[in-house]
């Protein structure tokens, strides 16, 4: 994709205009997003047969994991099994990141459980989100069969409770998680963008394939706010 020049510079008076220019796109884009996120609150929804997941004190049946609450998010992380810390997904470790415990509270407060589910065994799960120092339940599909399965990881999960049984109301993958990477939002307000080869960017940035900055120096990127260890 051919590069945009930069941004050129004007008086404020100018600056102002084209900024109310593009807000009115702005809001036809945020009344857009309400249309379709209330397009899919009336999706229908399918009947999930019963199957348990592995917790950290063993089986544990999919409607234990709301916690109680009637609607439960669960996020499918990409596991490498018998891979060390670094050899771990850095796109799954991005989208992990922002869920901390005071965002999963807001979720609670509105009814609604947020967990990790992953292949990989249990051991090396925890030890992995110890490592991070995440306290999102994390738990094992290694023997849940078909019923659970993803692609390899990174899909996006939501169900319903209504006593026992259990629903899925839906599910997304690839760019339908950027809900969880509020880096990559936060960056689409900046002048330069998230500086990836698809973007019509200023020539005056160096691009990178998609998601390739999410790992530096043989790390995923929140990796060093854990450690200082080089890779070895």
């Not at 996006?156 to 998680?177: H, M, N, P, S």
Request: proline share 7%; aromatic share 10%; with cysteine.
């Amino acid at each position: 994709m051919k590069q945009a020049a930069p941004p050129k510079i004007v008086g404020r008076e100018e600056w102002e205009q084209a900024r109310a220019e593009l807000l009115v796109r702005e809001k036809e884009h945020t009344h857009a997003s309400d249309a379709l996120a209330a397009a899919r609150r009336q999706l229908p929804m399918t009947p999930v047969e019963p199957v348990a997941v592995i917790g950290p004190d063993g089986p544990v049946p999919l409607r234990e994991v709301f916690d109680g609450r009637r609607q439960l998010i669960v996020y499918h992380f990409m596991w490498n099994k018998g891979a060390p810390h670094q050899k771990q997904c850095e796109g799954c470790t991005h989208s992990q990141v922002a869920m901390t415990s005071a965002v999963c509270a807001y979720l609670a407060a509105r009814d609604v459980s947020y967990a990790v589910f992953s292949s990989g065994p249990m051991e090396e799960i925890l030890a992995y989100r110890d490592f991070m120092g995440w306290t999102t339940p994390w738990y094992s599909t290694a023997d849940s069969g078909p019923r659970l399965a993803t692609r390899d990881g990174g899909d996006l999960r939501c169900y319903l409770r209504a006593d026992d049984q259990v629903f899925q109301t839906y599910e997304t993958k690839w760019r339908g998680i950027e809900a969880m990477l509020p880096t990559l939002q936060l960056l689409d307000l900046t002048a330069f963008g998230r500086q990836e080869t698809w973007e019509d960017s200023p020539v005056v940035v160096q691009l990178d394939k998609p998601g390739s900055w999410w790992r530096r120096d043989g790390r995923p990127v929140a990796q060093w706010t854990r450690t200082d260890k080089p890779v070895g």
